[in-house]
């Protein structure tokens, strides 16, 4: 047996590069650091476990961090420690007496008439607690500004602390291949403790501890299950799809919501399978080699222009890309790298993306015509903003999702008033759920004919009495100069039979369109209309092509008399 592969044979090793460079760096920062320096704590707080650079490099960086912390030292250089801190009013950081403030300002906000000090407004308590979340959770300011805004403040700091636990495991039984009651008795039988998702979920399994790597057992390679996060059960819940439909999943990796799909068309009908990101559609291919899927196509195409690819679908899933507030637990960088400018991005591109899938939704679908919406954020901008939209830019309604649990959507925000359909739609929360937070709606299609807006042509100018006048002249313009009987022709023809020009005006409408008074200058600097337009028709003999010469003209009345006599 090798030494690799003999649990017996253990051999010492010395410390390796990594272990090599840390001391050597560490030895080289020693000197540059007196005996009882306050601001060596610089140095130990960093805890720089991995150097990719160079030795040299790192010195010089570990001096410059030495030479800043001095120059604060100096400030104090009078005592030491937290003493010199206090005496000159700059109390350390004490997260204990923040999370105490934080807890007392929400008390005093949630009975402000009998709990506040007097002379004190409600704004300044609410900017104090704004600072102190900031601070204590990791915030951004116009993140926290958000949540005040979508939360009570009663419910604002339980939220906040769902977001720093994880959510638990769960995987999703694969039932082209196994049930659930024997999936959990293999994976029992292997040190994994589980118990069912929910009773809202058929195939879900929630799981505690494993001794075995969940993402490695002989059952995941299998494709027995795959490991799903509770809240992406709800979309394809809502969906419903049925056996033998046509079905799209417009974002679709990383193909967890698409084998659902298939399991539950139990490998029958069409499933397209697209996402705007090739790479991304690695995972969704092996996933559906993985989970012996059959039914399923994958294409690779922007989802604004997927109605130019094809359309007609029974059913169309669409999980929008968004801004990710729903999943600060896995991922925190999404506390402070969000700002409006991100929020209103990812709206107007969900935008575009829900008017898409509505134009792939068949309407005459015998079993389906519906599309459901969701996302991973919380906010009404990337939610109910986008489903608001969708109702007035074309023929579809918002029907029940299906979905017995979760909070209703908002009808109204602030200043903002949606659809009161929109209560049909489901918000789920992490303090709330144990899960993600997301959003779903489910739309029903009951048109394919798309809604225009109808155009108004306003000639200006004109008033609300002849209002009428000036849309009929609207709708002469478009046909062409030579169909309409009124304007500079008529002056033409004034001059091409003796008449005074005076004539020619009193025919002419009272009031004068901008356009009329701009060609009136221009006949005063340049001469008469007439002579500039022979000018044009001598230059542009496409246009007399089109015309009817009175040779033609003579023949045609010809051919039409013998016609008649015969």
């Not at 999370?99 to 704004?123: M, P, W, Y």
């Not at 609300?464 to 000036?470: F, S, V, W």
């Amino acid at each position: 047996m090798g030494r690799k592969l003999d649990p017996t044979n253990k051999v010492k090793r010395g410390p390796g590069k990594k272990a090599k460079k840390q001391q050597g760096a560490e030895t080289e920062l020693v000197k540059f650091i007196d005996d009882g320096d306050y601001c060596a704590l610089y140095y130990f707080t960093l805890k720089i476990h991995t150097m990719v650079f160079n030795k040299k490099h790192f010195v010089f960086l570990t001096a410059s961090l030495w030479l800043v912390g001095k120059s604060i030292s100096c400030l104090f250089a009078d005592e030491t420690g937290p003493k010199r801190m206090s005496s000159r009013g700059v109390l350390p950081l004490d997260l204990k007496t923040i999370h105490q403030r934080i807890k007392d300002n929400i008390d005093v906000l949630c009975n402000f008439s009998t709990k506040r000090e007097e002379g004190k407004e409600r704004a300044e308590y609410i900017s104090l607690l704004k600072k102190d979340l900031c601070t204590y959770y990791s915030y951004n300011t116009f993140l926290i500004e958000k949540l005040i805004d979508l939360f009570p403040l009663s419910e604002l700091v339980d939220f906040l602390e769902a977001n720093e636990i994880q959510r638990p495991v769960t995987i999703r039984t694969n039932t082209l291949k196994t049930r659930r009651r024997d999936l959990a008795q293999a994976l029992i039988n292997r040190g994994v403790n589980l118990d069912p998702l929910g009773k809202w979920s058929k195939v879900g399994l929630v799981i505690y501890d494993s001794s075995v790597p969940v993402g490695a057992t002989p059952e995941y390679l299998s494709g027995q299950y795959m490991l799903q996060g509770a809240s992406s059960f709800l979309p394809v819940m809502a969906l419903s799809p049925q056996e033998g439909e046509l079905v799209l999943d417009m974002s679709s990796a990383p193909g967890g919501k698409t084998t659902y799909i298939a399991q539950l068309m139990r490998n029958t009908g069409v499933i397209v399978a697209n996402d705007a990101n090739a790479e991304r559609l690695k995972s969704v291919v092996g996933n559906i080699h993985r989970l012996g899927v059959t039914n399923t196509v994958v294409c690779n195409y922007d989802g604004r222009q997927f109605p130019k690819v094809m359309g007609g679908f029974d059913r169309v899933l669409l999980d929008a890309p968004c801004s990710g507030t729903g999943v600060i637990a896995k991922d925190p960088a999404v506390k402070t790298s969000k700002d409006d400018a991100d929020i209103h991005r990812s709206a107007h591109l969900q935008k575009e993306l829900i008017l898409s899938a509505i134009d792939s939704v068949n309407a005459e679908s015998p079993s389906g015509g519906y599309l459901v919406y969701c996302t991973c954020s919380i906010m009404v901008e990337e939610n109910e903003w986008v489903v608001d939209y969708a109702l007035k830019k074309r023929n579809v309604k918002l029907v029940p999702t299906g979905l017995d649990f979760g909070k209703e959507g908002f009808t109204r925000f602030k200043e903002r008033r949606f659809h009161p359909t929109l209560k049909l739609s489901r918000r789920f929360y992490p303090h709330s759920h144990n899960m993600d937070g997301f959003f779903v709606a489910k739309l029903k299609k009951f048109s394919n004919v798309i809604p225009t807006a109808p155009t108004k042509k306003i000639v200006p100018g004109k008033t609300q009495a002849n209002g009428k006048a000036a849309g009929k002249m609207a709708n002469v313009k478009p046909k062409g100069k030579k169909d309409s009987p009124a304007g500079p022709k008529k002056a033409k023809i004034a001059k091409m039979d003796g008449e005074t020009v005076k004539g020619a005006k009193a025919k002419k409408p009272t009031v004068k369109t901008a356009e009329e008074t701009k060609a009136s200058k221009a006949d005063k600097k340049d001469g008469s209309r007439f002579e500039k337009k022979q000018g044009k028709n001598r230059n542009t003999p496409m246009k007399a092509n089109k015309r009817l010469g009175k040779n033609k003209f003579r023949k045609l009345k010809n051919m039409l008399e013998k016609q008649e006599i015969d």
